[in-house]
């Protein structure tokens, strides 16, 4: 270098571009240009405690990371579209160019990110009406789709290659590349759902489905889209669409749903959960004209529990009761914490005389798996059994609830049978 010019650091420095060394294998970043820090609120040193993993927003775990890896290396310059975490929480809409070089017999990745945050605000000015709705809706939601039936072609806007974890260069504009991720369980479903709509038996296209992201997993996605452009003989010619990723919603779904049909404590049904399953075994002896009993059980004494322990020993004795509760009725049986210190056990295809035989069997199975408490725990248990179209479940829980009172009155730590219906 001729005497006098700066350095190549003090050269990098002055690029409006953020620019980033990488390690390919861990995505740790090894160098940075003063842009690259100063635009995520970082100073020199702690951007060097960074990875792609750890700033792109749209970069999830090694596997993802290794395939666009991969991309990198099989190509001359990868460009990615993503998303920076700034240190102040917000985010920073970057345009990535990638290029990958050894040096030493070393490898690395040198990325240049732009920030497009502004460009992309401004994109959509001078368009005409049509193609700025369809910008103000392609920035709007998670993704966009395009399908030109005569040819085949298929677009799938940035957004929606975003949201799967590739590049906007990537994924083939054909609609095998959709097809091919959609979940096996689902796409029998979601195609005959597009193929009706196509026929004009559905008003639009809409389905809820699982797909297949760069990482292998499975994300859920509410899609919908119609016919927006017929041929002369009235045919499809072209269908346009959306795509919202709605994972989160679905697990927040699944989490409430847990709640309601399993009890926090115990981790058996819960009432609600109890209390379907009993109506929908009680059809199904009725149909069949099978026996089905009932059993409720109560914890002898719970009070004193508490009042000598606290209320943890008390929840660890309803916890265990429960597991030997569950632990010696068949896998067709539903065992339900229907609250307090009460359970409910229900067994379908069983008679008034199996129904106390079970009951026996759980009074002396509670009482050998709480040996040593002190003070004593046992169990005390009212039954009752119906048959057939004699099956009544109000009447049904209101005789074995009448027959654990009379337990209860009879000493407890004992087993009282209910009238059969």
């Given at each position: 270098m001729a005497?006098?010019?700066?350095?190549a650091e003090t050269l990098f420095d002055q690029l409006a571009d953020a620019v980033y060394l990488i390690d390919p294998d861990t995505s740790d970043i090894v160098w940075a240009n003063r842009c690259a820090w100063e635009s995520l609120g970082l100073n020199r040193e702690d951007v060097l405690d960074h990875s792609v993993l750890s700033l792109q927003k749209d970069v999830h775990g090694l596997p993802q990371w290794s395939d666009i890896a991969d991309a990198i290396r099989g190509t001359g310059c990868f460009r990615f579209l993503g998303r920076h975490r700034h240190q102040?929480?917000?985010e920073v809409e970057v345009e990535v160019n990638t290029t990958h070089f050894e040096l030493d017999g070393r490898a690395y990745f040198l990325s240049v990110a732009r920030d497009i945050t502004n460009r992309v605000a401004h994109e959509g000015s001078g368009q005409s009406r049509e193609k700025q709705l369809w910008f103000a809706l392609n920035e709007a939601i998670d993704g966009l789709w395009d399908w030109e039936v005569d040819t085949g072609h298929l677009f799938f806007s940035p957004q929606l290659k975003r949201m799967l974890g590739y590049?906007?260069?990537e994924m083939a504009p054909r609609l095998d590349t959709w097809a091919g991720n959609v979940h096996a369980d689902d796409s029998?479903?979601?195609m005959a759902v597009l193929r009706e709509h196509m026929e004009g038996r559905r008003a639009r296209y809409e389905a809820e489905y699982r797909l297949r992201n760069r990482n292998g997993h499975y994300i859920g996605v509410h899609d919908r889209g119609r016919v927006c452009e017929y041929a002369p003989d009235g045919q499809p010619r072209r269908l346009v669409g959306m795509v919202q990723d709605i994972t989160e919603r679905k697990a927040l779904e699944l989490r409430l749903q847990n709640l309601a049909a399993f009890d926090t404590l115990t981790g058996l049904s819960s009432r609600l959960e109890g209390s379907t399953f009993?109506?929908?075994?009680?059809d199904l002896c009725q149909r069949l004209s099978l026996p089905m009993g009932l059993a409720f059980?109560?914890?002898?004494?719970?009070?004193a529990v508490n009042d000598r322990h606290g209320h943890l020993a008390g929840d660890d004795v309803l916890r265990?009761?429960?597991r030997a509760v569950q632990g010696a009725v068949r896998s067709s049986d539903r065992v339900c914490r229907w609250g307090g210190e009460e359970f409910l056990v229900i067994a379908p295809d069983t008679t008034l005389a199996q129904m106390t035989d079970l009951a026996e069997k759980l009074r002396l199975t509670v009482g050998a798996a709480m040996a040593g408490q002190d003070p004593a725990v046992t169990i005390s248990l009212g039954v009752a059994a119906a048959e057939g179209s004699a099956i009544d479940v109000t009447a049904l829980i209101a005789?074995?609830?009448?027959?654990?009172?009379?337990a209860k009155q009879a000493g407890r730590n004992r087993v009282e049978v209910g009238a059969e219906l």
């Amino acid at each position: 270098m001729a005497t006098g010019l700066p350095s190549a650091e003090t050269l990098f420095d002055q690029l409006a571009d953020a620019v980033y060394l990488i390690d390919p294998d861990t995505s740790d970043i090894v160098w940075a240009n003063r842009c690259a820090w100063e635009s995520l609120g970082l100073n020199r040193e702690d951007v060097l405690d960074h990875s792609v993993l750890s700033l792109q927003k749209d970069v999830h775990g090694l596997p993802q990371w290794s395939d666009i890896a991969d991309a990198i290396r099989g190509t001359g310059c990868f460009r990615f579209l993503g998303r920076h975490r700034h240190q102040a929480g917000h985010e920073v809409e970057v345009e990535v160019n990638t290029t990958h070089f050894e040096l030493d017999g070393r490898a690395y990745f040198l990325s240049v990110a732009r920030d497009i945050t502004n460009r992309v605000a401004h994109e959509g000015s001078g368009q005409s009406r049509e193609k700025q709705l369809w910008f103000a809706l392609n920035e709007a939601i998670d993704g966009l789709w395009d399908w030109e039936v005569d040819t085949g072609h298929l677009f799938f806007s940035p957004q929606l290659k975003r949201m799967l974890g590739y590049g906007p260069d990537e994924m083939a504009p054909r609609l095998d590349t959709w097809a091919g991720n959609v979940h096996a369980d689902d796409s029998g479903r979601v195609m005959a759902v597009l193929r009706e709509h196509m026929e004009g038996r559905r008003a639009r296209y809409e389905a809820e489905y699982r797909l297949r992201n760069r990482n292998g997993h499975y994300i859920g996605v509410h899609d919908r889209g119609r016919v927006c452009e017929y041929a002369p003989d009235g045919q499809p010619r072209r269908l346009v669409g959306m795509v919202q990723d709605i994972t989160e919603r679905k697990a927040l779904e699944l989490r409430l749903q847990n709640l309601a049909a399993f009890d926090t404590l115990t981790g058996l049904s819960s009432r609600l959960e109890g209390s379907t399953f009993l109506a929908s075994q009680a059809d199904l002896c009725q149909r069949l004209s099978l026996p089905m009993g009932l059993a409720f059980l109560d914890i002898d004494h719970f009070k004193a529990v508490n009042d000598r322990h606290g209320h943890l020993a008390g929840d660890d004795v309803l916890r265990r009761v429960g597991r030997a509760v569950q632990g010696a009725v068949r896998s067709s049986d539903r065992v339900c914490r229907w609250g307090g210190e009460e359970f409910l056990v229900i067994a379908p295809d069983t008679t008034l005389a199996q129904m106390t035989d079970l009951a026996e069997k759980l009074r002396l199975t509670v009482g050998a798996a709480m040996a040593g408490q002190d003070p004593a725990v046992t169990i005390s248990l009212g039954v009752a059994a119906a048959e057939g179209s004699a099956i009544d479940v109000t009447a049904l829980i209101a005789r074995a609830d009448a027959a654990l009172y009379r337990a209860k009155q009879a000493g407890r730590n004992r087993v009282e049978v209910g009238a059969e219906l």
